[in-house]
């Protein structure tokens, strides 16, 4: 069984994107692998954060991961923070990866495009760094993410490559997965923007309660004509409600452009509504099951178990590999 690794970072509150991008489809792999999910609360503390709202934040996508399906028997769910291998190991592979390549990286623009120089910390520009450090660390060949995370993983194999050219088969290569329809849920308010939980523009928030959810899909932003058809370039906002009711209800494009042929837009709209009510008032009510028990700590702890057995072995060998003298 392969290992499968990814994880959120609890900068702020989940989004549909989010949901779509990446916790449905843990979800959905998780029977045909050994997943480790986290939450990349480290990578959380690479822009300024209210430390309650960070602690708050990382048991919340404890328990949406839950309420989603994921079941703790097989996945493994673990804060990124309790196994101390994820730090060590980054402290060893900031070696191989360049500051050239880390400055390119987009992610890195887009962040700090509206920082001072003199602001921006040193963990902002090694992110890339902690985050090949969290997927080797698990042995894991398979990487579900958003499309926006595939350059991070692409470093990743880089990196791979070339600790491997020099110290022999030493690490696993990873490759990214996106799903196919919706790997970047846009902002309802701008259909060109990618919806993020920390730039709070067009947003669904998973925290949302049903009213405002259908509210904010009536008022999403549409496009010149009245025809429900799948073109990004010239129906960006119809395109971007197209893929949320295809992630939700499994239609094809076509389908979904045949079903609404002949009607408006405020047609289709009531349907990506109620679809995506349907999907998420279960799903609410067991993450408010969840997060008033116990149940959250309980999986983390043995997450932490689990997880910390994996990666103490790769940090070892990664250790005796690049030369550091380890003791029995
Ligand atoms: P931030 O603004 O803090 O970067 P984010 O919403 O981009 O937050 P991340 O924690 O960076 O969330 O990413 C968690 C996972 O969700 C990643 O796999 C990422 O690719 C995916 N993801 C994030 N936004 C979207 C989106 N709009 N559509 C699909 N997937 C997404
Ligand atoms: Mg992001």
Same mark, same amino acid.
């Given at each position: ?9 609890? &900068?702020?509150?989940? &989004? ?27 990578? /959380? ?24 399906? =994921? ?19 980054? %402290? ?8 050239? +390549? ?14 001072? #120089? ?16 969290? %997927? ?19 470093? /990743? ?7 491997? #050219? ?55 932003? &549409? ?25 939700? &209800? ?6 979904? +452009?045949? +079903? ?17 009510? #349907? +999907? ?11 997060? #008033? ?6 999986? =983390? ?28």
């Amino acid at each position: 069984m392969a290992r499968i690794l990814s994880g959120i970072k609890p &900068t702020g509150q989940l &989004t549909l994107g989010n949901y779509i991008g990446a916790i449905k489809n843990f979800a959905r792999v998780q029977h045909d692998g050994e997943p480790f999910i986290f939450i990349a609360d480290l990578h /959380a503390l690479t822009l300024p954060i209210d430390p309650k709202t960070l602690r708050n934040n990382s048991r919340d996508i404890a328990a949406y991961y839950l309420a989603a399906g =994921l079941d703790p028997k097989t996945t493994t769910i673990f804060l990124q923070s309790s196994v101390h291998e994820h730090s060590e190991l980054a %402290i060893i592979l900031q070696n191989y990866l360049y500051m050239g +390549e880390l400055s390119r990286m987009t992610q890195y623009k887009d962040k700090t495009q509206k920082m001072d #120089n003199n602001a921006i910390g040193l963990g902002l520009f090694a992110y890339p760094v902690l985050m090949a450090a969290d %997927i080797v660390l698990y042995d894991a060949p398979r990487i579900p993410v958003g499309e926006d995370q595939v350059q991070h993983v692409e470093l /990743a194999r880089d990196l791979v490559k070339r600790f491997n #050219n020099r110290y022999g088969d030493v690490l696993v290569m990873p490759k990214a997965e996106v799903t196919k329809v919706g790997k970047r849920i846009m902002s309802l308010s701008d259909p060109t923007k990618k919806m993020s939980k920390s730039d709070p523009k067009g947003d669904i928030y998973l925290s949302d309660d049903l009213k405002t959810m259908r509210k904010k899909i009536m008022s999403a932003v &549409t496009d010149l004509g009245h025809e429900v058809k799948y073109d990004v370039v010239n129906k960006p906002g119809i395109s971007n409600l197209m893929t949320i009711y295809s992630a939700l &209800t499994n239609k094809t494009m076509e389908e979904i +452009e045949q +079903e609404f042929a002949n009607k408006g837009y405020g047609d289709f709209k009531r349907s990506v509504a109620d679809a995506l009510i #349907n +999907e998420m008032e279960p799903f609410k009510a067991r993450y408010e099951q969840i997060i #008033n028990s116990g149940i959250v700590d309980e999986v =983390l702890k043995e997450g932490q178990i689990r997880a910390s057995k994996a990666a103490k072995e790769t940090l070892k060998r990664v250790q005796q590999a690049v030369g550091l003298y380890t003791l029995k």
